[in-house]
Structures are given as structure tokens and as C-alpha cells.
């Protein structure tokens, strides 16, 4: 019984599920650049001289990260494609009504929840390397773009890491929200093959079992990358 | 339509819904504290066996998405029906508010046992050692000494997963509850009116400013005594 319904081919939902897993491990990866690209110019601005930029990345990091999650991704799915509608309307009639591609809002909605987030763990990476540091490299003459570069930034990795670990989980873990946009995600397939076989439970189970086997492998490799991350500390 | 036409034809339902997001919160999380103490102590002090149930427990809640949790909860009931029927089950399974409540209080409960415990941990070892040194007996020193430091100590991790679960708690509109992001979806889906979306994010917004408010004066009753006196 369990064999077919899992198994690879016609009569089973493996090959469906595994297609599923893929989209899911495509979206969090694809969104992983992009949301860390776009912490760090956040992560800029709430460090910045200069007041205004301050409060654009104390407002960003706020409004993001006390809004649900879901509510960015049909803000950006519904948006983007009203968006989208209206300017091909004016420039192109032919075409008629389209949806925005639901990888790409997915992708963008979810780097947009990850970026406040990893701008704030990144914030306090930065402050997290000791004064003392960047007055020894003032002291001997670097420049304050010298400092960032030499000293601020190869520490970076180390205090920023168990933090990024955390959100790469959560990463993961809200990609399943893109189910609900029509993407075929893990979540969809799921959802499919309970439609079919009519056996919700082993389904969401198998689904939730997936997941978790990613999350674990995913905390196994961070453990390998902290514990490599810190190999030339030494301990207390 | 005008901002002002908008908000007074869509708030009423939207508060309605807000309402049902901070029942579902509220209901999820202290159902969540109840439970969240005792397994905190189990998974420090409890038997082996306990302690890896537990920790498979909390690995299994944080390693997978609410949602799929929501799904195994609320679909995946409908294929034990017959089972659930004859338990007289079945009634509480079929409403998605309970199911939303059920999961919530499962996943809370997880992340809530964690904190406390990192609270446990914290207490500093002299407190306890002091207080089992003036004949206080164990159920004493937990109530007195470690239970009231501890929570001190997790109180801010606490407020932080509420906000977290309030949150998530949209989630349950995904499975037919009516709370503020039902309400928004619902709105949306018959006007394509963008701006309920935006309506919708600002009372996600002020709930969390009005709830992060409150949650700090409890900690600041919590910790008065360690507050230093003016002038000192």
C-alpha cells in the first residue's frame, strides 16, 4: 500500500512529491542572494551618518518584519500583477490579462521578508567586532574603507552565521506559503495527490517529514560551517 | 474611491476579522503557557526517554512549516473520520478555528518549552543553592526561586514568540477562518481593492506596537526591584 502511493512512476506520487521538493529547494535558493543582497544595503542604511537613511532601515526592518508573511506575498503577487496589467494595457492591448509569474513574485516576496531579517542579524554582526579592532586599525594607519574591508568585514561571516542559519530554516519553512499562489511547490504537490488519493493524513505527514528532513540536513551543515567559521577562535 | 470611503466601508469587517486574530493568538498562546512550564522541567530534569520524546517533539514543530502542520491537522483529520466520529471527535475537528487553535497551541507550546527552558538554565546556580541552604523543599524552590527568575529572564523571548504566532496566525485563513487576513482576502477577492491590503498591514502593524507596549510595562513591573533608585 504505502509503496505504491509513494513510488516512482505512474501509479505512485514519489516522482510528483520529489518534482515538488525541487520548486521548493529552487525558491529558497534562488531567494537567498537576493534577500542577503538587499539585507546588506538595509543593514547600510541603519548604520548610516546619515539620519534619514537610518530611519528608512529602522521603517523597513519594522513594517516587514511585523507584517504576516503571507500578507507581503499576496501584497506582492496581487500588486506585481495589477501592476503588470495595467502597464500592458497601455502599451500592449493585444495581449489581454496576464499573471505575473508566481516563482518570480514568490521569490521576490519571500527576499523581501528575508531581507529585514538578515539586515538585522547583519546590524548586529557589525557591532559585534570588537572597538578595539577598528581602533588598532586606525591607530596604524587605515583608512575607515580599509577598516571595513580588512577587519569588519572578514569577521562578518563568523558572528553574522548562527543568525543566518536561523533565517535560511525560516527561509525553508515559508516557501511552503507559495502553494497558495499556484506554485507547484512541495506544498501544492501535496495537496494534489491528496485530492486524488484521498489520503490526506499519510500525505501532509510525508510532506511534513520532507520538510523536516530538510531542515535537518540544512542545521547539519551549518554546524560543519560554524564550527569551520570558527576554528581560529580560541575558547573560553 | 477615496482613502477615507474605503476605510469606512472595509473597517468594520476588518476589525471583525482583527478581533478573531487576537482570539486565536490569545487562545493559542496561553493554552501554550499552561503546558509550557511542566514540559520545560521535563526537559531538563525528566527521564531519558521523556527528553528525547520532547526533543523529537520541538525538533519535528521547528523543522517543519506551520502550514503544513495547519494541513496535517485540518485535512489530514478527514481520513480518521470514522474514528474521530466514534471518539465524538469529529465536531471538533471539522471547524477550522478549532483545528487553527489546536495547531497553534501545538506550535507555540514548542518554541514556548524552549525559551523557558533557556530561561531555567539562566537562573544563576547560587539563588538555588541559597535557597535549598535556608530549608526550602524543591517544589518551594521552583516556585519561589527558579519559575519567577526564569521567567524574568524569558520574558522578552516570550513576548517575541507571541508576535511570532500572531503573525502566523494569518495562516489560518488558508483553511476558511475568518480572521483580519480572511477578511482582507475576502474584501480583495470581491473589489480588487489593492488598498485593503494596506489597511489590513497597518492593523498587523498596530496590534504589534500596541502588544510590544504592554509587554514591556509587565516587564518593567517585573523587574522593578533591579531598576537602580534615582540619584544612586
Known amino acids: ?37 538587499l539585507g546588506f544595503v538595509v543593514a547600510a542604511a541603519s548604520l548610516s551618518r546619515r539620519p534619514v537613511l537610518r530611519a528608512m532601515g529602522w521603517g523597513y526592518t519594522t513594517v516587514m518584519r511585523g507584517m504576516p508573511e503571507i500578507l507581503t506575498l499576496f501584497i506582492v503577487y496581487n500588486g506585481l500583477g495589477l501592476g503588470l496589467n495595467r502597464l500592458l494595457d497601455h502599451f500592449a492591448p493585444q495581449i489581454g490579462a496576464v499573471d505575473f509569474p508566481p516563482f518570480a513574485a514568490g521569490v521576490i516576496a519571500l527576499a523581501l521578508v528575508f531581507a529585514a531579517f538578515a539586515a538585522e542579524v547583519l ?7 570588537p572597538e578595539g579592532q577598528v581602533l588598532a586599525g586606525l591607530a596604524i594607519g587605515m583608512t575607515g574603507r580599509q577598516v571595513f574591508w580588512r577587519i569588519k568585514l572578514p569577521q562578518l561571516w563568523r558572528f553574522a552565521l548562527p543568525g543566518m542559519g536561523n533565517l535560511w530554516l525560516n527561509l525553508l519553512k515559508d516557501t511552503a506559503l507559495v502553494s497558495v499562489i499556484a506554485l ?25 517529514l520532507i520538510y523536516w528532513g530538510l531542515c535537518l540536513g540544512s542545521e547539519l551543515v551549518l554546524t560543519r560551517l560554524e564550527a569551520r567559521a570558527n576554528r581560529g577562535v580560541r575558547r573560553a | 474611491m477615496s482613502l477615507i470611503e474605503s476605510l469606512s466601508t472595509n473597517l468594520p469587517k476588518l476589525l471583525d476579522g ?24 521535563i526537559r531538563l530534569f525528566g527521564p531519558t526517554p521523556a527528553k528525547m ?21 485540518f485535512y489530514g483529520s478527514g481520513q480518521f473520520r470514522a474514528e474521530l466520529t466514534g ?12 483545528c487553527a487553535v489546536l495547531v497553534f497551541v501545538i506550535n507555540s507550546c514548542a518554541y514556548q518549552t524552549e525559551i523557558l527552558r533557556g530561561g531555567i538554565e539562566a537562573v544563576p546556580p547560587g539563588e538555588i543553592e541559597a535557597a535549598r541552604a535556608i530549608g526550602m523543599t524543591r517544589a518551594r524552590v521552583l516556585a519561589r526561586v527558579i519559575f519567577p527568575h526564569a521567567y524574568r529572564i524569558a520574558w522578552p523571548a516570550l513576548g517575541n514568540e507571541v ?32 488598498s485593503v491590503y494596506f489597511e489590513a498591514a497597518a492593523l498587523y502593524l498596530l496590534i504589534t506596537v500596541v502588544f510590544v507596549f504592554l509587554w514591556r510595562q509587565i516587564e518593567r513591573r517585573l523587574t522593578r526591584h533591579m531598576r537602580r533608585t534615582q540619584g544612586s
Open chain 1, 1 to 37: 500500500m504505502m509503496e505504491t502511493l509513494f513510488s516512482y512512476g505512474p501509479q505512485g506520487w514519489g516522482d510528483e512529491l520529489l518534482a515538488g521538493v525541487w520548486v521548493t529547494l529552487r525558491l529558497a535558493a534562488a531567494t537567498l542572494p537576493v534577500g542577503l543582497l
Open chain 1, 184 to 208: 507547484d511547490d512541495l506544498m501544492r504537490a501535496t495537496k494534489v495527490a491528496v485530492g486524488v488519493t484521498k489520503q490526506p493524513f499519510t500525505f501532509y505527514l510525508a510532506a511534513c
Open chain 1, 123 to 129: 546590524r548586529g554582526a557589525f557591532q559585534a567586532v
Open chain 2, 18 to 41: 482583527a478581533e478573531t486574530t487576537l482570539i486565536l493568538t490569545g487562545l493559542g498562546a496561553a493554552l501554550a503557557a499552561v503546558f509550557s512550564p511542566g514540559l520545560a522541567l
Open chain 2, 87 to 98: 471518539l465524538g471527535l469529529w465536531s471538533f475537528f471539522r471547524d477550522p478555528f478549532n
Open chain 2, 163 to 194: 508576535i511570532l504566532l500572531m503573525k502566523a496566525s494569518a495562516l489560518a485563513s488558508i483553511v476558511t477562518v475568518f480572521d483580519l487576513m480572511g477578511r482582507t482576502r475576502q474584501i480583495f477577492s470581491r473589489s480588487f481593492e489593492f
Open chain 2, 53 to 73: 520524546l520532547l526533543r523529537a517533539y520541538i525538533s519535528f514543530v521547528r523543522g517543519t512549516p506551520l502550514l503544513a502542520q495547519l494541513f496535517l491537522v
